[in-house]
Structures are given as structure tokens and as C-alpha cells.
């Protein structure tokens, strides 16, 4: 079993839509990290968290530490949203660990 | 700052050829990471470096892979000899503090095709 689970895999959305993608995790951490990955390949990093909530733009991350749980949600989607969205956690007490992340589809 | 630097971005070889792929980090991040990103594992750590110092290299595939930091500007992560098994694109990223702790600037990655 995976340390880091992510759902939806694959998500098809029409724009507009609030977008809700899941992240559980299975071990100890210290923080849990967001990142986006656009279809060039780049990546870049959304959020860092270790505890509540936080939000940029459209873009809010929450993270429940008992549960071990965190939802990255993206309200009124764009298709620039488009893009492969990826879960990681630091679990204690060293090593990045990611889900295989959740391909997201906004169409116009 | 330009950002992480890696070169090359595309690399095509053949079995048993060495690969060298080079990472400049940003400028003033005293951590590297080197990471690995295939359609079957995903991304996955191999190796990081604080102030040039391996840190930990257990995700190393094997004695075929190695990487240097011989100094704060520049990192090479060494594939020698290269197998069909080892294509994926290979990122770099920085940090200014230890990971968890802040947030990691990630390079454009390398592209590396094994022929």
C-alpha cells in the first residue's frame, strides 16, 4: 500500500465547477506539500502545510492532522487549471514521499 | 534569480553509455534535492544534499547512479552505465531551509531516453 494515496486519479470538470481532490496519508509527518505539475512537465509548488488552512487565489489547501487528511480545492475552474496535481508529505522522521497524483481536466 | 538551472533539458543515449545531467540551484538554497519521475513510481527522491554534503542517498537506485555537489552552485547526478530501465525526467529542486520547513523550487527536468 502506498504511504501516499490520492482521488480522484483523474478528474474531467466543466469550467466553472469548485474542484475537490483528496490526499491521505498513512505515516508521521512534519509537513504536507501541494504541487502542480502543468503538461510541460514543470512543477511548482502550491502549499506547505502542518496544520488548518491555507488559501492563494482560487487555490485553498486544508490538512487534518489526525485524520490524516488533506483536500486541495480549487473554486470557480479555469482550463489553464489543467494540469496533474500531487500530493507529498515529509514522514518523520526523513524522506519526501508523493501520491502518483490526479490528472485534472477543465473544459471550457 | 533565473531559478533551478538543469541541463540538458532532453537527453538521448544509448545502453551502457555514461549520462551526466547538471543542476545549479538557486542562488543562497543551501538544500538540493535530486528527484526521479516515471509513469510507473511517480516521482521519487533519490538523493539530497545540504551545504553540499550528502544527506541522504537512499533512494539511489543503485551503484550506478552517483551524485556530486562540489560546490553550492552546481550539482551532477551520474548514470554510468546507463539501462533502458532508467528513462524518466530527472528533476532538481532547492530549498532555503530543510524540507517541511519550506517550500522546494523545482528545475525544468531532464528528459533522459535510454535507448
Known amino acids: 500500500k502506498n504511504e501516499v494515496e490520492q482521488s480522484p486519479q483523474n478528474l474531467t470538470a466543466q469550467e466553472g465547477e469548485f474542484i475537490t481532490i483528496n490526499c491521505s496519508y498513512s505515516?508521521?509527518?512534519?509537513?504536507l506539500h501541494w504541487l502542480q505539475q502543468h503538461p510541460g512537465g514543470g512543477i511548482v509548488s502550491l502549499f506547505m502545510l502542518s496544520s488548518g488552512k491555507k488559501k492563494h487565489g482560487r487555490l485553498i489547501a486544508t490538512i487534518n492532522i489526525q485524520e490524516k487528511h488533506s483536500s486541495l480545492h480549487i473554486t470557480a475552474s479555469h482550463p489553464r487549471d489543467s494540469a496533474v496535481y500531487i500530493c507529498a508529505v515529509n514522514p518523520l522522521p526523513d524522506g519526501l514521499t508523493f501520491g502518483k497524483g490526479t490528472h485534472l481536466i477543465i473544459q471550457p | 534569480d533565473a531559478g533551478v538551472i538543469q541541463s540538458p533539458r532532453h537527453e538521448v543515449t544509448e545502453m551502457g553509455q555514461e549520462v551526466t545531467l547538471r543542476c545549479k540551484p538557486i542562488s543562497g538554497h543551501d538544500y538540493l534535492f535530486w528527484y526521479r519521475q516515471t509513469m510507473m513510481r511517480g516521482l521519487e527522491l533519490l538523493i539530497y544534499?545540504?551545504?553540499?554534503?550528502?544527506?541522504?542517498d537512499s533512494g539511489m537506485p543503485e551503484d550506478r547512479f552517483s551524485a556530486k555537489m562540489p560546490n553550492a552552485s552546481f550539482s551532477t547526478l551520474k548514470i554510468q552505465p546507463s539501462e533502458p530501465r532508467d528513462s524518466a525526467v530527472y528533476f532538481c529542486a532547492s530549498s532555503l531551509r530543510p524540507r517541511g520547513y519550506n517550500e522546494q523550487f523545482f528545475g525544468p527536468g531532464t528528459r533522459l531516453t535510454v535507448l
Open positions: 505515516v508521521g509527518i512534519s509537513a
Open positions: 544534499f545540504n551545504n553540499n554534503v550528502p544527506i541522504d
